[in-house]
């Protein structure tokens, strides 16, 4: 079994940045693809941003420019520095890691507030 844990989360005024954390109990990045979703109130969940074990990365388009997802494997630890935040991106964050035929684990979510 595996653990994720997310940090990083708060309040930030429009247009400040914030840096999501998820460290994995253990070491799965080498087999890995990790991700990043996100779940507004009232809305479904959906992703984010996804970097492979290879290490190649994919953005949904609203994202694109403003957030980066990064990991490193030495620290079992895969981040999304998310900058110009909106008013829009306040949601429920979660770290999620997933490879065909193996178990799909989830965080516990951090909640992202952009507000003024």
């Known amino acids: 079994q595996v653990q994720l844990v997310e940090s990083g989360g708060g309040l930030v005024q429009p247009g400040g940045s914030l840096r999501l954390s998820c460290a994995a109990s253990?070491?799965?990045?080498?087999?890995?693809?990790m991700c990043w979703y996100r779940q507004a109130p009232g809305k479904q969940r959906e992703l984010v941003a996804a970097i492979t074990n290879s290490g190649m990365t994919n953005y949904t388009d609203s994202v694109k420019g403003r957030f980066t997802i990064s990991r490193d494997n030495a620290k079992n630890t895969v981040y999304l520095q998310m900058n110009s935040l909106k008013p829009e991106d306040t949601a429920v964050y979660y770290c999620?890691?997933?490879?065909?035929?193996?178990?799909?684990?989830w965080g516990q979510g951090t909640q992202v507030t952009v507000s003024s």
């Open positions: 999620n890691g997933q490879r065909a035929l193996f178990p799909t684990y």
């Open positions: 253990r070491n799965i990045f080498s087999i890995y693809n």
